[in-house]
Nanobody, 127 residues
């Protein structure tokens, strides 16, 4: 059974930083591209970042580019999202997702291309 478990969320002041982690189990992690999505109250789920199976191709949404950094550690079956310069608009539940074979070249921001999802971790930024 596949499990994706996010951690690291919490309450932070505007301008602060958080580091999210997503630990995967029950799958061949190195075969999966990974993504981070988020959903704010009353809004649709939106793409944040993705990494290809080998970690060499990383995409970011325009709203987080330059502030967030995604990485993966295949030895630990874990992906990370370092979030700096957080602002109120970053408040959301953050989800990690795994997509089999996603190489980062075709629509990594399409949530339907991901096979497995975590339960999410809440990030709240106070202004």
């Amino acid at each position: 059974q596949v499990h994706l478990v996010e951690s690291g969320g919490g309450l932070v002041q505007a301008g602060g930083s958080l580091r999210l982690s997503c630990a995967a189990s029950g799958l061949s992690f190195s075969l999966y591209g990974m993504g981070w999505f988020r959903q704010a109250p009353g809004k649709d789920r939106e793409f944040v970042s993705s990494t290809s199976v080998n970690g060499r191709i990383i995409h970011y949404s325009d709203s987080v580019k330059g502030r967030f950094t995604m990485s993966r550690d295949n030895a630990k079956n874990t992906v990370y999202l370092q979030m700096n310069s957080l602002n109120f608009e970053d408040t959301a539940v953050y989800y990690c997702a795994a997509g089999l074979g996603l190489d980062g070249t075709i629509a990594p921001d399409n949530s339907r291309r991901y096979n497995y999802w975590g339960q999410g971790t809440q990030v709240t930024v106070s202004s």
